[in-house]
């Protein structure tokens, strides 16, 4: 590593990081606010807002949460949050808040691992920071930038642990690995190191281990209180189900009546995090370059990260979200690789300029990568306003039928997916987008729904709204 003055470098860094956390987020999330992008589009984030609002009435003394296999903290956090901003915008606003924490702690971990490094903060900005995915995560109603700050943040304590054998270190460490795995359970197999450590720390001492002991019981309250027998029904999702070693291998599955095909097999789509654009650009770059540089994350860490990416590889499904957790501890597994990239430029006005054409590039991709999900928000904001000025009715759709219970449209909303055999009466509506439901949800039971109500002469066109719905009325 090339040895910079350690103490100005320190407080260039300090810096930096307020002016990330004190200004370029909060301006992020005003900007958001003023755009009226809250973060809530497609399914899941609209199912973590219902279950949101069930857990604030709940807790004001209202009826039990709704039943949900979603972890419980980062909903429970977005109803708190709710206590202080409109409640559309706080599950975004917990991700931007966690995108500031996961910021810091990742540039923590970083000065633990490699001390001597002189590009840290350059690359925690540029790599992390401003990766599209992350950027993306960082504005939307996912539990992702939540589950990643509790896993920066208990490797932190981990390291810390690791050099001094505090105790202290080893507890926060395992509550903040409790927590993670509350907000995203595929998170244990991340934090494998931590059982080694937990032993190691525990096994000669009976009062670390019961007060270690107490403060996991603790650390899980919040699923205890607010999920009781519940807080296992996670193992019932159909993709644990179907969970498959020979699904590393496929790129076509099959869920019940749904298939889903793909281009690449399972074990090559898990490599996008190291060699997506949306990840990392330059990631195959990084790989050769480690080969010569050599890797600082200890190897559990690197070996967990294996783990968890063929776990994600065993699931019936591809989804580039999935993998975002494993991301920060690939990149601090990289960072000599950049470091010994960036002194491939002699002069310091060389490195300047590569660095701010890197920066260029990072932001173009990261609007490449969020101006569609803006769209997709607002496409759902708007046809949820148009209804909003239709009468009552039985309004028959899907995948959009989230977003039209989040902004509380007066129809009564039914799920096509709900039944194989639905029951349309005169006069219902269905709300359809032909040209994408028939190409993602191909010989589907919705579809073929539509498909002979459309071939019997039942449906009478409405109205049409963008980017292809259309709603019709059913009649006899």
């Known amino acids: 590593m090339h040895t910079p003055s350690h103490r100005e470098e320190g407080k260039k860094n300090l810096q930096f990081n307020w002016l990330v956390i004190f200004l370029l987020l909060p301006l992020t999330f005003l900007l958001c606010y003023w755009k009226q992008f809250n973060g809530l589009y497609g399914q899941e984030p609209h199912e973590l807002y219902r279950y949101m609002q069930s857990l604030f009435a709940f807790l004001q003394g209202g009826p039990s949460p709704i039943s949900q296999n979603a972890p419980v903290l980062f909903p429970l956090a977005g109803a708190i949050v709710s206590l202080l901003i409109p409640p559309h915008f706080s599950l975004q606003l917990v991700s931007i808040m966690s995108a500031g924490f996961c910021y810091i702690f990742f540039c923590r971990v970083l000065n633990a691992l490699y001390p001597g490094g002189t590009q840290r903060q ?30 920066l943040c ?3 304590e981990y390291l810390k642990w690791k050099k001094t054998a505090s105790s202290q270190s ?83 599955f099959e869920i019940g009546a749904n298939q ?20 990392c650009i330059i990631g ?46 690939v990149l601090l597994a990289l960072y000599p690789a950049y470091e010994d990239l960036i002194y491939r430029f002699k002069s310091r006005n060389q490195r300047v300029l590569v660095y701010l054409a890197a920066v260029a590039v990072q932001l173009s991709l990261a609007v490449k990568v969020i101006t569609p999900v803006i769209h997709y928000q607002q496409e759902e904001l708007s046809i949820a306003m148009a209804l909003k000025k239709m009468p009552a009715a039985t309004l028959n759709t899907f995948a959009i039928d989230g977003a039209l219970r989040t902004y509380e449209v007066p129809q ?25 439901f028939e190409t993602l949800y191909k010989n589907s039971g919705p579809v073929r729904n539509f498909q002979q109500l459309r071939s019997g002469g039942r449906l009478m066109f409405v109205m049409s709204f963008t980017n292809g719905w259309e709603l019709y009325r059913i009649k006899q």
């Open 412 to 436: 009564e909303i039914v799920n096509m997916w709900s039944t194989s055999f639905p029951l349309y009466n005169n006069g219902d509506l269905i709300l359809f987008n032909k040209t994408r």
């Open 170 to 252: 080893m507890l926060l460490a395992t509550c903040l690995a409790v927590l993670a795995i509350q907000t995203r359970y595929s998170l244990i197999f991340l934090l494998l190191p931590l059982v080694p450590m937990l032993w190691t720390a525990v096994r000669s001492r009976l009062s670390l281990f019961l007060i270690t002991l107490f403060a996991i019981l603790m650390s899980y309250t919040p699923t205890i209180f607010l999920k009781g027998q519940d807080g296992l029904d996670f193992v019932l999702h159909p993709w644990l189900d179907n969970w498959s070693p020979l699904n590393f291998f496929r790129n076509s």
């Open 122 to 151: 350059r690359f925690a900005f540029l790599a992390l920071f401003l990766s599209p995915f992350f950027f993306r995560a960082a504005i939307v109603g996912f539990a992702d930038m939540l589950s990643m700050a509790f896993l």
């Open 154 to 156: 208990a490797l932190h």
């Open 260 to 279: 889903f095909s793909y281009t690449l097999p399972n074990l090559a789509y898990v490599l996008s995090v190291l060699l997506h654009p949306g990840f």
């Open 284 to 329: 195959l770059v990084f790989i050769v370059l480690s080969l010569r540089t050599g890797i600082g994350l200890p190897k559990s860490w690197l070996i967990s990260t294996g783990i968890f990416l063929l776990f994600i590889a065993g699931l019936p499904t591809q989804d580039l979200r999935l993998l975002l957790p494993a991301f920060p501890l």
